[in-house]
C-alpha cells in the first residue's frame, strides 16, 4: 500500500517522499501530522539533517500505524484483498468504464497474460507480498523495444498498484513509421472494423 520514507532534494528544498497507493507524494515538513518539523528553514546542515530524520521516522511511524495521508485519518485495517482480486477488479473496472476498445483490449490482454504468468501462492497473496524482482521478470517479456517495455509497464502499473514506483524506465526516442507490435496492430484492427467501414476489413 505504501513505500517506506525517504529523504530527497529538489531545487534546493528537502523533502520526504513516498508512494501510497501507487501515487507519490512529498512532504516538506510535518504539518500534515500536527508537528513542528521544519527542515528547510534549518540555520545549519546538521540541524537539517536532524529534521529531516526526525521528519522521516514521523511519517514512517504514521504510515505504519494505518494513517491515510490523503484523508489524513486513520483507516481501520480490513481484509486485504488478494492480488488476483486487485487485478481481476481493475479489469472489470477498466471494462465497464468509458475507455476507448483499444485501450481496453490492451489492458484486457495485459491482464490475462500477469494471471497465467503468477503462481498460485502469488495469487492469493497481497499486493504488498509480490516481490519485484517477479514484476521485473514479467516485464522482460516485452523488452523487444523500449517503446513496448514502456507501455507494457505503464498498463501493468494500472493492474498492479505500484509497478511503476519499483520497476526502472527505459528511454526511448519516437521513430516516425515504426512497426507496431503484433498485440497493438491487432488490437487498432479491431477498433477499425467496428468503427470505420473498409471494404477489406
Wanted: aromatic share 12%; glycine share 4%; hydrophobic share 35%.
Amino acid at each position: 500500500m505504501y513505500t517506506k520514507p525517504q529523504i530527497k532534494k529538489a531545487n534546493n528544498r528537502y523533502y520526504i517522499e513516498f508512494y501510497y497507493r501507487g501515487e507519490r507524494l512529498r512532504e516538506y515538513n510535518g504539518s500534515k501530522l500536527s508537528l513542528q518539523i521544519f527542515p528547510n528553514r534549518a540555520n545549519t546542515a546538521k540541524e537539517r539533517t536532524l529534521l529531516l530524520q526526525e521528519l522521516k521516522t514521523e511519517f514512517a511511524k504514521a504510515l505504519e500505524d494505518n494513517w491515510n495521508p490523503f484523508t489524513g485519518q486513520k483507516v481501520v485495517p480490513q481484509k486485504e484483498m488478494t492480488l488476483e482480486q486487485v487485478i481481476t477488479n481493475k479489469l472489470n473496472t477498466i471494462s465497464t468504464g468509458n475507455y476507448s476498445r483499444t485501450y481496453q483490449a490492451a489492458i484486457r490482454s495485459l491482464g490475462d497474460k500477469i494471471l497465467k504468468f503468477l503462481t498460485k501462492y502469488e495469487k492469493k497473496a497481497t499486493l504488498e507480498q509480490l516481490e519485484t524482482q517477479r514484476l521485473l521478470i514479467f516485464l522482460d517479456k516485452f523488452n523487444s523495444s523500449n517503446r513496448n517495455y514502456m507501455n507494457k509497464r505503464q498498463y501493468l502499473n494500472v493492474l498492479v498498484p505500484g509497478t511503476i514506483a519499483k520497476t526502472p524506465r527505459k528511454k526511448y526516442a519516437e521513430i516516425l513509421h515504426q512497426t507496431y507490435e503484433a498485440e497493438e496492430m491487432k488490437a487498432i484492427l479491431g477498433y477499425l472494423k467496428e468503427n470505420v467501414a473498409f471494404p477489406f476489413l
